[in-house]
Antibody, heavy 127, light 106 residues
C-alpha cells in the first residue's frame, strides 16, 4: 500500500524556520518525483515545489524562492521542506504528493497527475 | 506564470444532475491539465489527467474535455459522494498552478 506521512508542522513565529518531513512507503521512492502542495485555511491548493528522484531537478513557486528548500534522502525514503523567514501567508496545511508517470517502450512518457498524497501537516505562523 | 480560472466558484446541484465545471488557462497548455476532487479535511484525489484520461478506479460518470485554454469537467449524474471541491491544475510549465476551486454543494 502506498503511504505518505508528513510531520513537522507547528506554531511558529513570523520570521522563524521550520523543517517539514514526509516519509514514503509502498512504492519505489528513489525513482519517484515528489512535490509539496499547500492549502491555507479555508482556501484553495497551491503547488509549492518539485524535486526529481535524484534531486538534481528542483522547482519552486515564486513566493517561496530563496526562503524554502526542498530536498530528499532516498535511503530514508524521506522528502523534506526547509522553510526559512516564514511569513503570515505561509500558514497552511502542507501536503507531500507523489507524481504518477506513464512510460512506454518507445521512450515516451506522460505525466498522470499527483496520484498519491499524504494527510498533511499544519503550519501556523503568528507574530 | 500560467493563471487558471475556474467557473463557477460554487455550484448548487441535486443528486442525479448533470454538472459541468469550466477551467480556463491564461496561456495555451495543450492537453496538460489534471482535475482533482477534495473532500473537507482530506487530501485531494486525481480524477482526470491529460485533460480527458480517467484515472483507474474513478467512476465513469466523471469525464474531462478540452485543449489549449478551455477545459471542462463533467459529472454525468451527480451522486451523494460527489459533493466536494474540484480543482483543475496545469502542468505545461513550472510553476504548476491550480484553479481557485469549484465547490459542488446541495
Amino acid at each position: 500500500e502506498v503511504q505518505l506521512v508528513e510531520s513537522g508542522g507547528a506554531l511558529i513565529r513570523t520570521g522563524g524556520s521550520l523543517r517539514l518531513s514526509c516519509v514514503g512507503s509502498g512504492f519505489p521512492f528513489s525513482t519517484s518525483t515528489m512535490n509539496w502542495v499547500r492549502q491555507p485555511p479555508g482556501k484553495g491548493l497551491e503547488w509549492v515545489s518539485f524535486i526529481s528522484g535524484s534531486g538534481n531537478s528542483i522547482y519552486y513557486t515564486d513566493s517561496v524562492k530563496g526562503r524554502f528548500t526542498i530536498s530528499r534522502d532516498n535511503a530514508k525514503m524521506s522528502l523534506y521542506l526547509q522553510m526559512n523567514n516564514l511569513r503570515d501567508e505561509d500558514a497552511a496545511v502542507y501536503f507531500c504528493a507523489r507524481d504518477d508517470w506513464e512510460y512506454y517502450e518507445s521512450g515516451l512518457y506522460y505525466y498522470n497527475g499527483m496520484g498519491a498524497w499524504g494527510q498533511g501537516t499544519t503550519v501556523t505562523v503568528s507574530s | 506564470e500560467i493563471q487558471m480560472t475556474q467557473s463557477p466558484s460554487t455550484l448548487s446541484a441535486s443528486v442525479g444532475d448533470r454538472v459541468t465545471i469550466t477551467c480556463r488557462a491564461s496561456h495555451n497548455i495543450d492537453m496538460w491539465l489534471a482535475w482533482y476532487q477534495q473532500k473537507p479535511g482530506k487530501a485531494p484525489n486525481v480524477l482526470i489527467y491529460r485533460a480527458s484520461s480517467l484515472k483507474t478506479g474513478v467512476p465513469s460518470r466523471f469525464s474531462g474535455s478540452g485543449s489549449g485554454t478551455e477545459f471542462t469537467l463533467t459529472i454525468s449524474s451527480l451522486q451523494p459522494d460527489d459533493f466536494a471541491t474540484f480543482y483543475c491544475q496545469q502542468y505545461k510549465n513550472y510553476p504548476w498552478t491550480f484553479g481557485q476551486g469549484t465547490k459542488v454543494e446541495i
